[in-house]
C-alpha cells in the first residue's frame, strides 16, 4: 500500500469524524484513494461528486 494512504485515512477521520465507505474504497488503487480522498479533503464535496465516484458502479 502506498505510504500516503493510511495518513490520508487519518486525515480524512479527524475532519469528517468517520471513514472513506469502505465498498468504494475496495474499488479502487491506491493512486485512485489518495486522489479521492484528496479531493474530498480539499473541495469538501461528497464522494458522489468526485471523479473516480462516477467511474464505479453502484455497489450493492
Do not use: C, H
Amino acid at each position: 500500500m502506498n505510504k500516503r494512504v493510511p495518513k490520508l485515512y487519518k486525515e480524512y477521520y479527524e475532519k469528517f469524524g468517520e471513514m472513506p465507505p469502505a465498498p468504494y474504497m475496495s474499488t479502487l488503487s491506491d493512486y485512485e484513494k489518495e486522489q479521492a480522498i484528496l479531493q474530498r479533503l480539499s473541495d469538501g464535496k461528497p464522494f458522489a461528486q468526485i471523479k473516480y465516484w462516477s467511474q464505479q458502479p453502484p455497489v450493492r
